[in-house]
């Protein structure tokens, strides 16, 4: 029995995980060729004679305020979600905090009047106690 060796399953989370790290891998390098791709296809086919380049540029311009428009507007979503924050921060969060502290402070006095006015006496009760105890078994008194 004792030469046995007990076998322990091990879990297989690692090959798992590592596949799905290599999708993610082997889609990212696809998507940034995708891009690049985009970019030299489109320079090459502004650089070809005959192409409309004036409209492109209109079209890109437009493009680009409209970008920006999408872009401020993200802007403003944002600064709302900040003053959002800080309302939440400055009338729900910092009143829990405020009374936790109290509540902390309250639960100190109480632990140092209990300190005080129980644990001491008694702590001094049993040492008189036992000095007591200790003088009636030297006089015989009691027995151990």
């Given at each position: 029995m004792a030469?046995?060796?007990?076998?322990?399953?091990?879990?297989?989370?690692?090959?798992?995980?590592?596949?799905?790290?290599?999708?993610?891998?082997?889609f990212a390098v696809i998507f940034v060729l995708l891009i690049v791709g985009g970019i030299i296809a489109a320079v090459w086919g502004l650089l070809q004679e005959g192409t409309p380049t004036e409209k492109i540029r209109d079209i890109f311009i437009i493009f680009m305020a409209f970008e920006s428009l999408v872009i401020g507007v993200a802007l403003v979503i944002l600064i709302l979600q900040i003053a959002s924050l800080m309302n939440l921060l400055q009338n729900e969060i910092k009143p829990?905090?405020?009374?936790?502290?109290?509540?902390?402070?309250?639960?100190?006095?109480?632990?140092?009047?209990i300190s005080e006015n129980v644990a001491e006496p008694i702590i001094k009760l049993n040492a008189n106690?036992?000095?007591?105890?200790?003088?009636?078994?030297?006089?015989?008194i009691k027995k151990k």
């Amino acid at each position: 029995m004792a030469d046995e060796i007990m076998e322990i399953p091990v879990e297989e989370k690692d090959s798992e995980d590592d596949g799905d790290n290599r999708k993610v891998a082997i889609f990212a390098v696809i998507f940034v060729l995708l891009i690049v791709g985009g970019i030299i296809a489109a320079v090459w086919g502004l650089l070809q004679e005959g192409t409309p380049t004036e409209k492109i540029r209109d079209i890109f311009i437009i493009f680009m305020a409209f970008e920006s428009l999408v872009i401020g507007v993200a802007l403003v979503i944002l600064i709302l979600q900040i003053a959002s924050l800080m309302n939440l921060l400055q009338n729900e969060i910092k009143p829990i905090l405020d009374a936790t502290n109290e509540t902390v402070h309250t639960l100190r006095g109480t632990t140092t009047f209990i300190s005080e006015n129980v644990a001491e006496p008694i702590i001094k009760l049993n040492a008189n106690l036992a000095g007591l105890q200790r003088v009636l078994e030297v006089f015989g008194i009691k027995k151990k």
